[in-house]
């Protein structure tokens, strides 16, 4: 492609108030609106001062500049260009909304916490976020990443497991075969907290919401790796409803179950470089699975103890240490986790399979910081805190819009800067007649399909009432 004009031209001037550049918030908007999140907000959070007034349509607006793709606080001036006036009200300029942000405290955190669970079971009832075949379970997936800041005016910064200076947050999302993954909780936490601090009450308030979310028979199932392997968390998860399939961290005890595997045991899976033998349909590959009994955390108390199933996955040590001649038998690299899936309902090849799938809350994670949590924007923890649940309430309504938009299609499971890209970044010009406005948009628009049918559902009148 080349441009087809003489640079004298051409010229630009800003001087269209009936433009906007991303008229995807339209619908979007109207879903959220169609969630409560407003009335939720107005409802629920009570944060003081002239500051805190109009609570619902304040954090409507940070939620909608987070759709349209701002990471701080300066950039929610996009919500305030050409027709945009026109078609939203209360377009608050920036400085209000970092205002509104900082009066926030702890309290206040919880309560929007409580706004984005209800809106989340809301916006699923209207757009099946989490589709399951009959018989299959809903995934949750537990894990923290450290978001990294710079200077030294952000609250709580500090340099955690990972050596980046930063803030802890703290993710459960849900998840199916047929579905992208969904938030379920979220917490932030200071950059030097142990990944498990705090655990247990983000796990529950996430298979509560998941409970109020999805009505399958199936319990869920919790993944988790070995920084969540304690008491605290596996236990809250068995109390409410759900299964366990954590890693465990190589202890004494671990070791001496895995040495009890018998040698005839271990079944080939496939893995990195695995190849198929067309005649047989084995898996000729070096990573091998077996299982064994195993009680966790015995040294606790006897109503405390978790009986289940050790899983290991073993791997040759092609690069063994600490040895001084070569050794005359193979050595493994041992990997296991402790789950409480029967086995009649999930082997041991399948077990390994599923718990492998835990990876997918990283897509999550990079998703996130591809956004809102690009930065953290204010020097005040519990304002940035609150900036992580908005972004949390964001990305679960990307998600339904793409749903709505593309059931069965790439939309429904895009990733957020590709949902922006179709569906919220459709540059139109306003025009107004008989008390009517009319979005122009760009002919030929590629996802022209996909943006009228999420247009069409969100403009729908509401569902008539039965009794």
């Known amino acids: 492609m080349q441009f087809k004009h003489a640079p004298a031209a051409v010229s630009a001037v800003f001087d269209d108030p009936n433009l906007v550049s991303a008229a995807g918030l339209v619908p979007m908007l109207r879903l959220a609106q169609r969630a409560g999140l407003a009335e939720l907000a107005q409802d629920r959070l009570s944060v003081p001062t002239d500051k805190g007034s109009n609570a619902g349509a304040k954090v409507s607006a940070l939620v909608a500049g987070m759709l349209a793709g701002a990471d701080s606080i300066d950039d929610m001036n996009l919500l305030r260009h050409g027709g945009m006036g026109r078609l939203f009200d209360r377009t608050y300029a920036p400085s209000t909304l970092g205002s509104f942000l900082r009066e926030f405290r702890f309290g206040h955190v919880r309560q929007l916490d409580a706004v984005a669970s209800r809106v989340l079971t809301t916006v699923a009832g209207q757009a099946s976020l989490l589709q399951a075949r009959a018989g299959e379970r809903v995934m949750v997936d537990l894990d923290d990443t450290i978001i990294e800041v710079h200077g030294y005016q952000k609250q709580g910064a500090g340099f955690g497991y990972s050596g980046v200076r930063g803030l802890n947050a703290l993710l459960a999302t849900a998840s199916t075969t047929s579905s992208a993954p969904v938030i379920l909780s979220q917490r932030l936490r200071q950059g030097k907290t142990g990944s498990p601090k705090g655990a247990a009450r983000i796990v529950g308030d996430a298979l509560a919401t998941l409970r109020r979310t999805h009505t399958g028979g199936e319990r869920p199932l919790l993944r988790a790796d070995s920084a969540f392997y304690g008491h605290a968390t596996v236990g809250t998860a068995i109390k409410a409803g759900a299964d366990v399939s954590v890693t465990v961290r190589m202890d004494p005890a671990v070791k001496a179950a895995i040495a009890t595997i018998e040698a005839d045991?271990?079944?080939?899976?496939?893995?990195?470089?695995?190849?198929?033998?067309?005649?047989?349909?084995?898996?000729?590959?070096?990573?091998?699975?077996?299982?064994?009994?195993?009680?966790?955390?015995?040294?606790?108390?006897?109503?405390?103890?978790?009986?289940?199933?050790?899983?290991?996955?073993?791997?040759?040590?092609?690069?063994?240490?600490?040895?001084?001649?070569?050794?005359?038998?193979?050595?493994?690299?041992?990997?296991?986790?402790?789950?409480?899936?029967?086995?009649?309902?999930?082997?041991?090849?399948?077990?390994?399979?599923?718990?492998?799938?835990?990876?997918?809350?990283?897509?999550?994670?990079?998703?996130?910081?591809?956004?809102?949590?690009?930065?953290?924007?204010?020097?005040?923890?519990?304002?940035?805190?609150?900036?992580?649940?908005?972004?949390?309430?964001?990305?679960?309504?990307?998600?339904?819009?793409?749903?709505?938009?593309?059931?069965?299609?790439?939309?429904?499971?895009?990733t957020t800067a590709t949902i922006r890209r179709t569906l919220i970044h459709v540059p139109a010009r306003l025009a107004r007649s008989a008390r009517r406005i009319t979005l122009h948009l760009p002919a030929a628009w590629p996802w022209e399909t996909a943006f009228a049918r999420l247009f069409t559902e969100t403009h729908a009148p509401p569902p008539i009432a039965t009794s």
């Open 265 to 414: 045991a271990w079944t080939k899976i496939e893995y990195t470089d695995a190849i198929r033998d067309e005649a047989t349909g084995q898996w000729i590959s070096r990573a091998e699975v077996a299982e064994i009994g195993f009680t966790a955390f015995r040294s606790r108390k006897k109503a405390e103890r978790v009986e289940g199933r050790l899983v290991v996955r073993r791997i040759p040590d092609l690069n063994p240490k600490n040895l001084e001649q070569p050794t005359l038998f193979d050595t493994y690299r041992h990997h296991a986790f402790f789950t409480t899936t029967p086995a009649d309902m999930m082997d041991t090849v399948e077990a390994d399979k599923t718990h492998r799938g835990h990876a997918i809350i990283e897509q999550v994670h990079a998703d996130l910081k591809n956004g809102p949590l690009a930065h953290l924007p204010s020097g005040v923890f519990t304002a940035n805190s609150a900036w992580l649940v908005l972004a949390v309430i964001a990305f679960n309504l990307t998600r339904a819009a793409g749903v709505v938009a593309d059931r069965a299609g790439r939309l429904a499971k895009a």
